[in-house]
């Protein structure tokens, strides 16, 4: 395939094919790799990989924990509630694991499937049991 013109479908497909091809680096490193975006012009470019080490934590998740340790005590909560788990009737079990600066859903949960949710700081206080404030 031919790419006479930069898209954003041409720049997704490069970066998707560069983090197949650099599987093998990554493997042979004890690394995870995946495409995280980028950014393109009408004749080029620009394809960001993001390589993690076995078990560890992305750029974006390190930043939302250590966002959640910092901003924590404004919200009612601590920074020891970091990883803590509950269970909610629906969704099972759920553990927080960061949070965001934006909106009012600004605490990040993962449920036991994997999937990400974001909840507000009131409706995690209400199941780990602390005081709304």
């Known amino acids: 395939m031919k ?3 930069m898209s ?5 497909l490069i970066g998707r094919r560069m983090a197949e091809v650099a599987a093998d680096l990554a493997r ?6 995946k495409y995280a975006g980028g950014t393109y012009g009408e004749t080029s470019c620009v394809t960001k990989l993001e390589f ?3 078990g560890g ?3 974006h998740q390190e930043r939302d924990r250590k966002f959640f340790r910092t901003c924590a005590a404004l919200y009612g909560l601590s920074a020891s509630d970091l ?5 909610h009737p629906r969704q099972g079990r759920m553990k927080i694991v960061g949070m965001t600066a934006r909106g009012k859903n600004c605490i990040i949960l993962k449920g ?7 909840a507000s700081p009131e ?7 602390k005081q709304a404030a």
């Open 3 to 5: 790419i006479e013109q």
């Open 8 to 12: 954003r479908q041409a720049a997704d």
């Open 28 to 33: 042979e490193m004890g690394l995870s790799v």
């Open 52 to 54: 993690t080490v076995a």
């Open 57 to 59: 934590a992305t750029i």
């Open 83 to 87: 990883d803590r788990e509950f269970e």
């Open 112 to 118: 036991a499937d994997g999937k990400s949710f974001r």
């Open 123 to 129: 409706f995690v206080k209400h199941f780990i049991g």
